[in-house]
C-alpha cells in the first residue's frame, strides 16, 4: 500500500516561514491534497491539486509537488497557523493521508 | 450554509454493531462522492470507505472490508456507515467528508461523531 510520510513536528518564529514536507514514492506523479486541522475541530483543506489554495486560504499558504517529496509553505507564520497538517492523495482506489506535522508558532 | 452532520456514534462492545449517519445540506449533494474518514484519539486521519456520486462506486480501506458497508440516499442528502464485528482499533471519531465527482480531494467535512468501542 502507498504511504505519506511526514516529519511529526515544525517549530517556526512567528512571522518566519515554514516547510512541511511529505515524502512518496513517485509523489510527483500524483496530485497532492493538504488539510489543516486544529484541536478538536475538523480539517480543512488549505491546497487542492498540488498548489491550487481554495477560496478563503491567505496567500501565505503555497505548495509544490516534485519527485518524491511535496512541501506545503507557510510564509509569515501567524499564532493562527498553529495546527496539525496532512498531505492526502488518491491512489489505485485508496485515499492516503499522510502521518501529519504538528506545527508550532513560536 | 454547507453543512455535513454525523450522528450515531456511541459506546459499543467489541464485536457489536453501529450505524453512522451523516445529513448533507447547503450544497448539491448528489454531485459529490463521499467518504468516511477516522481518527483514532491522539492519532492521524484514516480514511475508510468512498462511495460515488451515484453509489456506483464503492472502496473500503483494508482495515474496514468486509466489516462496514457505506450507503446513500441522494433523495433524502444523506450518507450512512453500517459497522459491524468492531474492534477496539475501530475507536475513533468518524468523519463525513465529501469531494466534487470527479475530483480526489475533500471539500467539505463534518464535525465528526465518536465511536468507543470497549467492554
Known amino acids: 500500500s502507498y504511504e505519506l510520510t511526514q516529519p511529526l513536528s515544525v517549530s517556526v518564529a512567528l512571522g518566519q516561514t515554514a516547510r512541511i514536507t511529505c515524502g512518496g514514492n513517485n509523489i510527483g506523479g500524483k496530485s497532492v491534497n493538504w488539510y489543516q486541522q486544529k484541536p478538536g475541530q475538523a480539517p480543512v483543506l488549505v491546497i487542492y491539486r498540488d498548489v491550487s489554495r481554495p477560496s478563503g486560504i491567505p496567500e501565505r499558504f503555497s505548495a509544490s509537488n516534485s519527485h518524491n517529496t511535496a512541501t506545503l509553505t507557510i510564509s509569515r507564520a501567524q499564532a493562527g497557523d498553529e495546527a496539525d497538517y496532512y498531505c492526502q492523495v488518491w491512489d489505485n482506489f485508496f485515499h492516503v493521508f499522510g502521518t501529519g506535522t504538528k506545527v508550532t508558532v513560536l | 450554509e454547507v453543512q455535513l452532520v454525523e450522528s450515531g456514534g456511541g459506546l459499543v462492545q467489541p464485536g457489536g454493531s453501529l450505524r453512522l449517519s451523516c445529513a448533507a445540506s447547503?450544497?448539491?449533494?448528489?454531485?459529490?462522492?463521499m467518504n468516511w474518514v477516522r481518527q483514532a484519539p491522539g492519532k492521524g486521519l484514516e480514511w475508510v470507505s468512498y462511495i460515488s456520486s451515484t453509489s456506483s462506486t464503492l472502496y473500503y480501506a483494508d482495515s474496514v472490508k468486509g466489516r462496514f458497508t457505506i450507503s446513500r440516499d441522494n433523495a433524502k442528502n444523506s450518507l450512512s456507515l453500517q459497522m459491524s464485528s468492531l474492534r477496539d482499533e475501530d475507536t475513533a471519531v468518524y468523519f463525513c467528508?465529501?469531494?466534487?465527482?470527479?475530483?480526489?480531494?475533500?471539500?467539505?467535512w463534518g464535525q465528526g461523531t465518536l465511536v468507543t468501542v470497549s467492554s
Open positions: 447547503g450544497f448539491t449533494f448528489s454531485s459529490y462522492n
Open positions: 467528508a465529501g469531494g466534487y465527482s470527479g475530483y480526489d480531494w475533500f471539500d467539505y
